[in-house]
C-alpha cells in the first residue's frame, strides 16, 4: 500500500467539472490502476485472451481510447513486431508524441464513421471506453468494431456496470470508494465523482450484451468481474 495519497485525481480539473478532459490527468497509468480494482489482472488476462487470437505474423490489434499505448507497448513487448498494434484515442496529449513501429498511434475521435479497416482485424480492445462515448454512439462504434474483425476475431470489452439490485449496487459502490481510500484523499474521490458523472455513462450488463449480440456477436463471456467493473470476450 502507498504511504501517501498522491494528487492524480483530476488536477486542475475545476469543481464544475466543465474543464474535465483525460488530457490534463497527470500519471495516468498509475491513476487508473489504483482506480480499478484489480486493474493489472485485467491487463494480463487481457494478454491472456488475445494471444488465442493471433495469426503466426501480420495480425492486427486495435485499442479503442489507448490512452498512453501502455496496453498496447504491454501486447507489442509480448508478441513482438511481427504484427500491428493500432491505438486509437482522441486526447491528443495522452497519446504517445509519435508513433514507433509495430505501434501506430491515430488521435481519432471513434464515433467518427469509416476510420476502421473492415474485415482484417483480430482483436479489437476497449478498456474503460464505450462508458465515455454517448449511448446512441456506442452500438455504431460495436457495429463498426465487429465489421472491423476477421471471421473469428475477438472484441475484449471492460465497463464499469451499474447492478440491478440496489442492495449490491450500494455494497459494491462503498466498497469501492472504500478501495479508493487507500490511495486518494476523501476529497480527491467526492471530486472525481462529481466530474465522472456528466462525462461517463455507464449501462447495466443486460444493456452491455444486448449491444455486443445486435452488433453481431454472437458468442460472449465474462472473463472479469470485481465489483462494478466487468469484462466480456465477444467472438465474431
Ligand atoms: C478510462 S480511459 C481508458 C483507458 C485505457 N483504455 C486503459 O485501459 O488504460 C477512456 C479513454 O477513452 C478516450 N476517449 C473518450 N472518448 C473518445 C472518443 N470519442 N474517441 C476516442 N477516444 C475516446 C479518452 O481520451 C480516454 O483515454
Redesign the pocket.
Known amino acids: 500500500m502507498m504511504t501517501s495519497k498522491p494528487n492524480t485525481v483530476a488536477p486542475n480539473v475545476d469543481t464544475n467539472g466543465k474543464d474535465f478532459s483525460?488530457?490534463r490527468i497527470e500519471g495516468?497509468?498509475e491513476h487508473?490502476a489504483l482506480s480499478?480494482p484489480a486493474?493489472k489482472d485485467?491487463?494480463r488476462a487481457v494478454r491472456g485472451i488475445v494471444s488465442y487470437f493471433l495469426d503466426q505474423q501480420g495480425s492486427v490489434v486495435y485499442?479503442?481510447?489507448?490512452?498512453?499505448g501502455?496496453?498496447l507497448r504491454r501486447l507489442a513487448e509480448r508478441f513482438g513486431a511481427d504484427h500491428h498494434y493500432v491505438g486509437?484515442?482522441?486526447?491528443q496529449n495522452?497519446l504517445p508524441a509519435r508513433s514507433e513501429p509495430p505501434i501506430t498511434y491515430h488521435c481519432?475521435?471513434?464515433?467518427q464513421p469509416g476510420i476502421f479497416m473492415t474485415g482484417r482485424v483480430n482483436v479489437i480492445?476497449?478498456?474503460?471506453?464505450l462508458?465515455?462515448?454517448s449511448i446512441e454512439?456506442r452500438p455504431k462504434v460495436l457495429k463498426a468494431a465487429y465489421d472491423a474483425l476477421k471471421p473469428n476475431g475477438a472484441l475484449i470489452v471492460?465497463e464499469k456496470v451499474y447492478l440491478p439490485m440496489g442492495l449490491f449496487q450500494e455494497i459494491f459502490t462503498f466498497s469501492h470508494y472504500d478501495m479508493k481510500a487507500e490511495h486518494f484523499t476523501h476529497d480527491q474521490i467526492l471530486e472525481k465523482q462529481f466530474v465522472l458523472r456528466q462525462i461517463m455513462k455507464p449501462l447495466s450488463e443486460a444493456e452491455n450484451l444486448q449491444m455486443f449480440y445486435a452488433a453481431g456477436f454472437t458468442k460472449v463471456e465474462t472473463f472479469y468481474q470485481n465489483l462494478n467493473f466487468k469484462g466480456w470476450l465477444c467472438v465474431k
Open positions: 483525460f488530457d495516468f497509468d487508473i480499478v486493474y485485467i491487463q485499442d479503442l481510447g489507448c490512452s498512453t501502455e496496453t486509437f484515442d482522441i486526447s495522452l481519432q475521435d471513434i464515433t480492445i476497449s478498456l474503460f471506453t462508458q465515455f462515448l454512439a471492460t
